[in-house]
C-alpha cells in the first residue's frame, strides 16, 4: 500500500529534515509526501531544505508543497524590496523586511547570501509563489495553520489558511474532514495523544523544531496517514535566530 507522510515547519532546519529521509522515510514512486509549509527560517540552511524538495518533486511524482506564513514573509519582503525606491541613493530596507528579519529571515537571506530579499533566485521566488494554501484528501485537510470559520466559506480565506491560530472548527463547513497543520508548536506529548485519539477534527503536527532546549519540543514529526502512526527527528541544526 503507498504511504502518505505528512511533514510540518522544517524552519531551515536541512540536516533534520535530511535525517528524517535517511532514517525514516524511504519514499516510492507510489508514495505521496506532504509538506505542509515553512520550510524557512529561523535554521541556518532554508536554501538547502527548498532544493532538498525541489529534488523530491524532480524524483517522485506526488510531492505536495503547501504556502506557510514564513513563505509569506519572504514573497511580501521581495515585493515590498521591488518596489521600493532608495532615498537619496541609497538603499533601505523595508518596513515588511525588518519585520522578516524579526521572524528568522535574516537566517534565510544569509543562507542563499543576498542582503536584499528581491535578490534571492527568481526560480525560488516562483516556486514559493506557486505554492498551494491547502490540500484536500478523502478524510484530511491539509493546511499550514488552519481556516477561518467565521465566514461562510472557510476556502475563500487564504490568510487564514497560513496564520490562523486560534478557531472553533464547524465541521460541516469543511466536510467533517479532520484538519492537519502546523504552525503552533505543541509538546510531543499532545501530538502523541491527539493522534491516537479517535475522534479529533484537528492534528497539530509542530513539535517546534526550532526549539530544542525546550522540555517536550525540538523534533521533526513525520506522520503517515494510511497506517496513522508517527516518527520522529530529533533536531540536528543550530538554530541561529
Request: charge should be negative; hydrophobic fraction near 30%; avoid cysteine.
Given at each position: 500500500m503507498a504511504k502518505q507522510w505528512v511533514i510540518p515547519d522544517i524552519h531551515g532546519c536541512f540536516k533534520t529534515l535530511s535525517a528524517l529521509f535517511d532514517?525514516?522515510?524511504?519514499?516510492?514512486?507510489?508514495?505521496h509526501i506532504f509538506f505542509?509549509?515553512?520550510?524557512?527560517?529561523?535554521g541556518s540552511e532554508s536554501k538547502l531544505v527548498i532544493d532538498f524538495?525541489?529534488?523530491?518533486?524532480?524524483n517522485f511524482p506526488n510531492v505536495i508543497t503547501l504556502r506557510g506564513n514564513h513563505e509569506d514573509y519572504l514573497l511580501k519582503a521581495a515585493w515590498h524590496d521591488l518596489e521600493r525606491k532608495p532615498f537619496l541613493g541609497l538603499k533601505t530596507k523595508s518596513q515588511m523586511q525588518k519585520e522578516w528579519e524579526k521572524q528568522g529571515g535574516a537566517t534565510?537571506?544569509?543562507?542563499?547570501?543576498?542582503k536584499w530579499p528581491s535578490d534571492i533566485p527568481k526560480m525560488y521566488i516562483d516556486w514559493l509563489s506557486d505554492l498551494p494554501y491547502y490540500h484536500e484528501l478523502e478524510k484530511y485537510l491539509l493546511v499550514?495553520?488552519?481556516?477561518?470559520?467565521?465566514?461562510?466559506d472557510p476556502f475563500d480565506d487564504t490568510q487564514a489558511m497560513m496564520w490562523a491560530r486560534d478557531y472553533e472548527i464547524i465541521p460541516e463547513k469543511i466536510h467533517h474532514k479532520t484538519i492537519v497543520h502546523g504552525h503552533v508548536p505543541v509538546k510531543l506529548e499532545f501530538i502523541d495523544r491527539i493522534i491516537k485519539s479517535e475522534d479529533q477534527p484537528f492534528i497539530d503536527l509542530d513539535n517546534g523544531i526550532y526549539m530544542p532546549?525546550?522540555?517536550g519540543y525540538g523534533n521533526l514529526v513525520a506522520l503517515e496517514l494510511t497506517k496513522m502512526k508517527y516518527v520522529i527527528?530529533?533536531?540536528?541544526?543550530?538554530?541561529?535566530?
Open positions: 532514517n525514516h522515510i524511504k519514499p516510492t514512486a507510489e508514495d505542509l509549509g515553512d520550510y524557512i527560517d529561523r524538495i525541489m529534488d523530491l518533486q524532480k534565510t537571506l544569509k543562507s542563499f547570501g543576498v499550514h495553520a488552519g481556516f477561518n470559520f467565521k465566514i461562510d532546549n525546550r522540555d527527528q530529533p533536531t540536528l541544526d543550530d538554530i541561529n535566530y
